[in-house]
């Protein structure tokens, strides 16, 4: 009997053991995570606005009737808006920013666009607050900086090119850049 009591003060012992720490064993797992950051250090006179890095601008449903009709949509404004801009420039040895120019740059016919997608015989005109033109490659005429915040105002506008026109969809990836002197 004695080795009997001995056997269950063993067991006892051995489940209460394993019962005490089951909850670290089977314990939920609490899950995991993961920060990623990314940045840039650049010298230039203004930040882009982190919206108006990549932007993707619906220019709506266009009748062909309209197309026909006009030869062009209405136009769709967009804006390009700078941030923290200076004139101080690092190191100072080399003066101070003055003025910048806008680039756009993407597919393009002549002075306009182009578009893919189902839609044919129409292509993209682009103008500045200015009523400038925008061509594809051509820097804008430069423009003071202005401290602080500026906003860069611009239009697309859907237009013939003269080809027979097929309704669909469309799309056009333009880039821009900005240079500062």
Request: aromatic share 10%; glycine share 10%.
């Amino acid at each position: 009997m004695k080795g009997r009591q001995k056997h269950n003060a063993l067991l006892c012992v051995l489940f209460g053991i394993l019962g005490a720490s089951a909850p670290a064993f089977s314990a939920p797992s609490q899950g995991w995570g993961k920060v990623s950051m990314y940045g840039e250090i650049v010298d230039t006179a203004c930040a882009i606005e982190t919206e108006s890095r990549d932007q993707t601008i619906d220019m709506g449903v266009i009748p062909l009737s309209v197309l026909k009709q006009f030869g062009k949509a209405p136009p769709k404004p967009f804006n390009i808006q700078l941030v923290d801009c200076r004139w101080e420039r690092y190191p100072s040895s080399k003066g101070e920013w003055q003025t910048f120019e806008v680039t756009f740059d993407g597919p393009a016919n002549g002075d306009f666009f182009t578009v893919t997608g189902e839609a044919k015989g129409v292509q993209l005109a682009m103008r500045d607050d200015q009523g400038t033109p925008v061509i594809a490659g051509k820097p804008l005429p430069k423009r003071d900086i202005v401290p602080g915040e500026m906003t860069l105002n611009y239009e697309l506008q859907l237009v013939t090119d003269n080809q027979r026109l097929q309704a669909g969809s469309y799309q056009t990836l333009l880039r821009f850049k900005i240079d500062y002197y």
